[in-house]
């Protein structure tokens, strides 16, 4: 689904990734579910573009329903995949401490689990081979992604600033819509492993400039990254 100029989602409200073409190439952030790589190959169909031109995926943190189909990705096409150092053993492994659940309703948790059945979430492979990346650093992909450290929701959880085309990718250092109890609006993310540091990581986000907020999971937020950190703050 195209969002702007150079800006495409991949998924829903439920699960999203994000597809940024430019003319140099393509930088994916985040590879959703398994299932999400049919989405891939018909978003990159409608563009008229091979999956060859894309020269990285960076993911915002090592969690499964982020990872999908970034394996398949290295394997079938080469395709180099990024991380934060502090969560390259989780995207390796699959390893996670366990988190309280929080609330839920049965609906929207079942809707989760039930769209993550249906693409293939059981079978999400590990990553094998990650390029671990650091907080401040500018990647060498089309757009020149900033890698934002906001640990909390995983030790290295990140954000993805990509000036070219206004927009900075979060993963789960928020949410506009909270997969186990259905509520849109800005808020904390579920499954966070320390949710005070992840309010915390909050102040790196908002001194972003950027139109577009764009997280794992819920609805894009058409403004400023200031202006959802204050969000988040307020209903937390
Ligand atoms: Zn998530």
Same mark, same amino acid.
């Given at each position: 689904?195209?969002?702007? =100029?150079?800006?495409?989602?991949?998924?829903?409200?439920?699960?999203?990734?994000?597809?940024?073409?430019? =003319?140099? +190439?393509?930088?994916?952030?985040?590879?959703?579910? =398994?299932?999400?790589?049919?989405?891939?190959?018909?978003?990159?169909?409608?563009?008229?573009?091979?999956?060859?031109?894309?020269?990285?995926?960076?993911?915002?943190? +090592?969690?499964?329903?982020?990872?999908?189909?970034?394996?398949?990705?290295?394997?079938?096409? +080469?395709?180099?995949? &990024?991380?934060?150092?502090?969560?390259?053993?989780?995207?390796?492994?699959?390893?996670? @401490?366990?988190?309280?659940?929080? @609330?839920?309703?049965?609906?929207?948790?079942?809707?989760?689990? #039930?769209?993550?059945?249906?693409?293939?979430?059981?079978?999400?492979?590990?990553?094998?081979?990650?390029?671990?990346?650091?907080?401040?650093?500018?990647?060498?992909?089309?757009? #020149?992604?900033?890698?934002?450290?906001? @640990?909390?929701?995983?030790?290295?959880?990140?954000?993805?600033?990509?000036?070219?085309?206004?927009?900075? &990718?979060?993963?789960?250092?928020?949410?506009?819509?909270?997969?186990?109890?259905?509520?849109?609006?800005?808020?904390?993310?579920?499954?966070?492993?320390?949710?005070?540091?992840?309010?915390?990581?909050?102040?790196?986000? #908002?001194?972003?400039?950027?139109?577009?907020?764009?997280?794992?999971?819920?609805?894009?937020?058409?403004?400023?990254?200031?202006?959802?950190?204050?969000?988040?703050? #307020?209903?937390?």
């Amino acid at each position: 689904m195209k969002l702007a =100029p150079h800006l495409h989602r991949l998924g829903n409200d439920i699960v999203a990734s994000y597809l940024v073409d430019l =003319p140099e +190439g393509i930088t994916l952030i985040d590879a959703g579910l =398994p299932g999400h790589w049919h989405d891939l190959r018909r978003e990159l169909a409608e563009l008229g573009r091979p999956m060859s031109d894309i020269r990285g995926l960076v993911l915002t943190h +090592g969690d499964s329903d982020h990872i999908g189909f970034a394996e398949r990705l290295r394997r079938e096409a +080469g395709v180099p995949v &990024f991380i934060h150092a502090d969560d390259a053993h989780r995207v390796r492994t699959g390893e996670k @401490p366990k988190t309280p659940m929080g @609330p839920a309703r049965l609906g929207p948790t079942l809707g989760f689990f #039930a769209y993550g059945i249906r693409k293939n979430a059981l079978r999400t492979a590990h990553v094998s081979e990650v390029i671990e990346v650091a907080d401040g650093a500018v990647l060498d992909l089309p757009g #020149a992604p900033v890698v934002i450290g906001m @640990p909390g929701h995983s030790p290295g959880s990140i954000a993805v600033h990509v000036p070219a085309v206004d927009a900075a &990718f979060v993963g789960d250092a928020l949410t506009t819509r909270h997969v186990l109890t259905g509520r849109t609006g800005a808020q904390p993310a579920p499954f966070t492993d320390e949710p005070a540091e992840a309010i915390d990581s909050l102040d790196r986000l #908002a001194a972003v400039s950027a139109s577009w907020v764009l997280p794992g999971h819920g609805a894009p937020w058409r403004g400023s990254p200031s202006d959802i950190a204050a969000a988040v703050r #307020a209903s937390a």
